[in-house]
């Protein structure tokens, strides 16, 4: 297994980079099958675009949501809030795998849609979304179909959205040491496969290092530097924390343009299959 997948060891503690402020058809989905589960449903999290999450339900199907109370959940997942599950992916020996993880309750209250119940990572840590400490729940609409979730044409890709919250996801991953990875599930199929590994790690020097490694032939701007080993595209990427730093009206906060830059080698990769109508992400740490 390539070492861009196990890692490398000596990460340093280092100040938390992740919360500055920034300068017709459903899935394959019960909700249209009279002998669905009207109860409560266990699902994981798909990465959110334009404003829509994928929720991954057990067994295959996948349904497309958006938030009815204004609630952004790319402020909210992926970002070690919400209460995880060990996840389904090989890891290298001494490492495990962590999913973020919910409930969808069925409608109340005259709502359109199920009600998306997220619990706090732990009870002593960050909240999910003001979690009074029984979950915080947040309305949705009905479910969207796939055209629905993308938009009417591909301009309607909030794309420097999306590259926002890729970037986070990647000062998650460095603060923590974590390798960060995406994969992609497709309707009628169980397994999640494969796209994009990212070990990461910052030093003493606060300077980030992540180790990007795809079995996707990448061969964007952003890949010209990569190199090729026992199948796998390797990219290297070193990115000094304080270049992400500017000042806005006198107050210190992250720059969404160099954000957008140092995520474009994730995004060229986790798109390369297409848009990401169903595109999975998780930690795999130390155990």
């Known amino acids: 297994m390539s070492e861009y997948f196990v890692g490398r060891p000596g990460l340093g503690d280092a100040e938390d980079p992740v919360e500055p402020p920034l300068a017709g058809t459903v899935s394959d ?13 266990h699902v994981r999290f798909g990465v959110p675009f334009n404003g829509v999450v994928p929720l991954w339900h057990d067994g295959t199907d996948i349904e497309w949501y958006r938030p ?7 402020h909210v997942l992926g970002l070690g809030h919400v209460e995880t599950e060990p996840g389904p992916s090989p890891t290298p020996a001494g490492w495990v795998e962590r999913v973020e993880t919910g409930t969808l309750l069925p409608a109340r209250d005259g709502g359109t849609g199920p009600v998306l119940l997220l619990r706090a990572a732990s009870p002593s840590g960050r909240r999910a979304v003001n979690d009074p400490g029984d979950g915080a729940r947040v309305p949705l609409g ?45 309707p009628r199929d169980p397994e999640a496969h494969h796209l994009l590994s990212v070990p990461s790690e910052v030093g003493a ?31 290297d990427l070193e990115v000094p924390y304080s270049t992400l730093v500017s ?39 130390p155990e």
């Open 68 to 74: 009815t109370d204004g609630t952004d959940l790319t």
């Open 205 to 235: 020097d606060a300077v980030m290092r992540f180790h990007l490694g795809t079995l996707l032939d990448v061969s964007t701007t952003a890949w010209a530097q990569a190199t090729h080993q026992d199948g796998m595209t390797l990219l």
């Open 142 to 186: 009905p479910p969207l179909t796939v055209q629905e979730a993308m938009g009417a044409s591909a301009a309607d890709f909030d794309i420097t959205g999306f590259s926002v919250h890729v970037a986070r996801l990647m000062l998650r991953a460095a603060r923590d040491g974590a390798i960060l990875l995406f994969t992609l599930r497709a």
């Open 247 to 285: 000042q806005a009206q006198g107050e210190e906060g992250l720059d969404v343009e160099r954000l957008v830059a140092m995520a474009q080698p994730v995004v060229d990769a986790v798109l390369a299959p297409g848009f990401p109508f169903a595109l999975g992400c998780s930690f795999i740490v």
């Open 29 to 41: 989905g019960a909700s249209q099958d009279p002998e669905a589960p009207t109860g409560p449903r």
